[in-house]
């Protein structure tokens, strides 16, 4: 019992580890955003309770890093225009997100499908940051914010395409997912292969049993997958001929949005 809470507590203290010089830029950021003013160095410091050299250090470095404008005429600083574009580009990106909704909705109300955008989270996660379902048919419910294994899925495939699957740590990745319904390693490798070659791919039942997916790549100007966008369907919805139509679809629409989302 003694060793598990010994356990737990050093978990509990990694889970926590900050680093300090972080935690106090961040916090003049936010003081400097939220100030009437410009401010000097030393009215910083004592407001935040941050060591004055310290403060004028991490000042220095947001300055050369257009975070923070300083006027050496009054020795105030001041939030800076690189802090004002970080912002702008988030709500930029949400608003991109938003002009993309309408055109999944037309997609699913016109293909009879859950319609799910995908995007990429580092290197080893995706993440559902729109959705839409067909307004006339029974629904599959696929929540905004939904997170998976970069791997998994039909999106997983099409995102897979774009790393190199021989090395081991590739393999060890796809190890730690739970599929649905077995599948090797060999085989994935397979079916992330066909669905490089015919711009589509597909998830049938794997990712869960009675469900069929298919996916398409949104590219960026630099030719990366950061986007997918997944049709999701019961299994037996559709034969053969009518999954490759969707998947052709699929392109179509993830062409459209390569001029909304870039």
């Given at each position: 019992?003694d060793a598990e809470v010994t356990?737990?507590?050093?978990?509990?203290?990694?889970?926590l580890v900050t680093v300090k010089?972080?935690?106090?830029?961040?916090?003049?950021?936010?003081?400097?955003?939220?100030?009437?003013?410009?401010?000097?160095?030393?009215?910083?410091?004592?407001?935040?309770?941050?060591?004055?050299?310290?403060?004028?250090?991490?000042?220095?470095?947001?300055?050369?890093?257009?975070?923070?404008?300083?006027?050496?005429?009054?020795?105030?600083?001041?939030?800076?225009?690189?802090?004002?574009?970080?912002?702008?580009?988030?709500?930029?990106?949400?608003?991109?997100?938003?002009?993309?909704?309408?055109?999944?909705?037309?997609?699913?109300?016109?293909?009879?499908?859950?319609?799910?955008?995908?995007?990429?989270?580092?290197?080893?996660?995706?993440?559902?940051?729109?959705?839409?379902?067909?307004?006339?048919?029974?629904?599959?419910?696929?929540?905004?914010?939904?997170?998976?294994?970069?791997?998994?899925?039909?999106?997983?495939?099409?995102?897979?395409?774009?790393?190199?699957?021989?090395?081991?740590?590739?393999?060890?990745?796809?190890?730690?997912?739970?599929?649905?319904?077995?599948?090797?390693?060999?085989?994935?490798?397979?079916?992330?292969?066909?669905?490089?070659?015919?711009?589509?791919?597909?998830?049938?039942?794997?990712?869960?049993?009675?469900?069929?997916?298919?996916?398409?790549?949104?590219?960026?100007?630099?030719?990366?997958?950061?986007?997918?966008?997944?049709?999701?369907?019961?299994?037996?919805?559709?034969?053969?001929?009518?999954?490759?139509?969707?998947?052709?679809?699929?392109?179509?629409?993830?062409?459209?949005?390569?001029?909304?989302?870039?």
């Amino acid at each position: 019992m003694d060793a598990e809470v010994t356990e737990n507590k050093k978990t509990a203290k990694t889970a926590l580890v900050t680093v300090k010089p972080v935690v106090n830029a961040v916090r003049i950021l936010r003081f400097l955003s939220q100030a009437g003013a410009p401010e000097r160095s030393v009215d910083i410091a004592r407001q935040l309770d941050i060591n004055p050299s310290t403060c004028f250090n991490i000042l220095r470095t947001l300055v050369a890093e257009d975070m923070v404008e300083f006027n050496p005429m009054s020795k105030r600083y001041a939030a800076g225009l690189g802090l004002a574009r970080l912002v702008e580009q988030f709500v930029t990106q949400g608003q991109k997100v938003q002009l993309a909704k309408p055109l999944l909705e037309n997609f699913a109300a016109r293909s009879r499908v859950t319609v799910t955008l995908w995007r990429r989270m580092g290197n080893d996660r995706i993440v559902i940051i729109s959705s839409a379902a067909c307004p006339t048919d029974v629904r599959i419910d696929m929540s905004e914010g939904q997170r998976l294994p970069i791997m998994m899925g039909a999106s997983g495939r099409l995102f897979a395409s774009q790393l190199d699957l021989e090395q081991p740590q590739s393999k060890e990745v796809f190890d730690k997912i739970r599929w649905g319904s077995p599948l090797s390693y060999e085989d994935y490798c397979r079916q992330v292969k066909d669905a490089a070659e015919r711009g589509w791919s597909i998830d049938d039942g794997y990712f869960s049993i009675g469900i069929l997916a298919v996916a398409a790549p949104v590219y960026s100007p630099f030719d990366t997958i950061d986007f997918t966008v997944s049709a999701v369907m019961f299994r037996g919805q559709r034969d053969e001929a009518g999954i490759a139509e969707l998947g052709q679809s699929l392109r179509g629409l993830c062409h459209e949005l390569q001029s909304v989302l870039f």
